[in-house]
């Protein structure tokens, strides 16, 4: 099975009340049963951590919810990729310069490219760049 690469507008599904979404709750059980399937760069901890603080500062979530989520997202079996060398930086800022995205949605696609995987999102522009590169995305 091809791997999958996480953006953070996927998995802030696992965890915002309002966003949840059946096809959401699949790919988290998959998560949480299939090692090596799941990837992400090693800035989707801090952007997952930034979704839940301010879904609490937006009174989406309580405190209480903000933890719940910190460990539910701790139980998911992501293998996350080291912070890039100046290599891949620069691969990093080529596709955001040519496809338009922030250097940090540009990192999830050099990884799915890397991978050769598929990408698991819910942003359009960054559905649209992989697309444009040739990835299989899923998208709900």
Request: charged share 20%; aromatic share 8%; glycine share 4%.
């Amino acid at each position: 099975m091809k791997p999958i690469v996480i953006d953070p507008s996927a998995a802030a599904a696992w965890v915002m009340p309002d966003e949840r979404l059946a096809a959401a709750n699949d790919l988290y059980a998959q998560a949480r049963t299939m090692p090596d399937l799941f990837h992400a760069p090693l800035l989707w901890l801090w952007e997952m951590g930034n979704v839940l603080v301010m879904g609490h500062r937006r009174k989406r979530l309580t405190a209480a919810e903000v933890e719940q989520g910190l460990e539910l997202l701790a139980s998911a079996l992501i293998v996350f990729d080291p912070a890039p060398n100046p290599h891949r930086r620069s691969q990093i800022a080529r596709l955001s310069l040519t496809h338009d995205l922030t250097f940090y949605d540009a990192s999830y696609l050099e990884l799915v490219l890397r991978l050769n995987g598929r990408l698991a999102s819910r942003d359009r522009k960054l559905l649209d760049a992989a697309a444009a590169c040739g990835i299989a995305c899923l998208s709900f």
